[in-house]
């Protein structure tokens, strides 16, 4: 089970191969994976999903697809992947017990 645990927007960095690309404004949602039964969070299970404002005529094609990071206004970063021309972005952890690339 997928629980909401954070949403955010705002004006943030988008940077491709540590290098800052350019500010975006964003607005995400961040969902972490729980344990059914008791609500204890699972280690590593996470989805991001949201929007950044990409656009096609101003922005990189290589990006999409690509691993970005993106600093929030607040100073965290979250690692992203913008999946397609509108600039949706989506990216997930999968947790100890589904494979070894985390």
């Given amino acids: 089970m997928m629980k909401l645990v954070e949403e955010s927007a705002g004006l943030g960095e988008l940077a491709h191969d540590g290098h800052p690309v350019r500010q975006v ?12 039964g008791s609500g204890l969070p699972i280690p590593g299970l996470y989805r991001i999903e949201g929007s950044i ?7 990189s ?5 690509a691993p970005l990071t993106l600093r929030l206004e607040d100073g965290r970063s979250l690692q992203i992947t ?11 952890g999968h947790g100890p017990m589904k494979c070894m690339c985390c």
């Fill in 25 to 36: 404004r964003y607005r995400i949602s961040r969902f972490q994976g729980i344990m059914e």
């Fill in 53 to 59: 404002d990409f656009g096609s005529s101003k922005d």
């Fill in 61 to 65: 094609s290589n990006w999409i697809d």
């Fill in 82 to 92: 913008v999946v397609d021309n509108s600039g949706r972005v989506l990216s997930e």
